[in-house]
C-alpha cells in the first residue's frame, strides 16, 4: 500500500477510537438519586414540589394590570373569552 493510503487508515482508526470519552459530561438521568426519584414519582402521580415564586407572581401581576388598562394587543378582547371564574381573578388581582 502507498504510505499516503496507510497515512488515511491510521487517521480512521484514530478517529474511530475518540468516541465515547470518559470525561465527557453524562446526560443520562441517575435514578439512585433521592431527589430525582421522588420529583419523578410526584410528577407520575399528579403531585407537585413547584414552590411559590413571589418574583414570577409580581410580574404577571404587573402584566395583567398593565395590559387591561392599556389595552396591550387588544386584551379587553381576549379578556372576554375568559371564563367568568379566569375573569374574576383577574378582577380580584386587580383590586389588590
Known amino acids: ?9 491510521a487517521d ?3 478517529d474511530e ?5 470518559e ?5 443520562t438521568l441517575d435514578l439512585a438519586l433521592g431527589g430525582t ?8 402521580e399528579g403531585g407537585s ?13 404587573d402584566f395583567f394590570i398593565r395590559a387591561a ?3 396591550v394587543a387588544g386584551f379587553q378582547h381576549w379578556f372576554n373569552m ?5 375573569q374574576n381573578k383577574l378582577h380580584q388581582l386587580a383590586a389588590q
Do not use: F, H, I, V
Open 1 to 9: 500500500m502507498p504510505a499516503a493510503a496507510t497515512s488515511n487508515l
Open 12 to 14: 480512521d482508526d484514530e
Open 17 to 21: 477510537d475518540d468516541e465515547g470519552w
Open 23 to 27: 470525561d465527557e459530561p453524562d446526560d
Open 37 to 44: 426519584k421522588q420529583e419523578l414519582m410526584n410528577w407520575a
Open 49 to 61: 414540589s413547584r414552590q411559590r415564586d413571589d418574583e414570577t407572581q409580581a410580574y404577571l401581576s
Open 69 to 71: 388598562r392599556e389595552n
Open 82 to 86: 375568559l371564563t367568568p371564574d379566569e
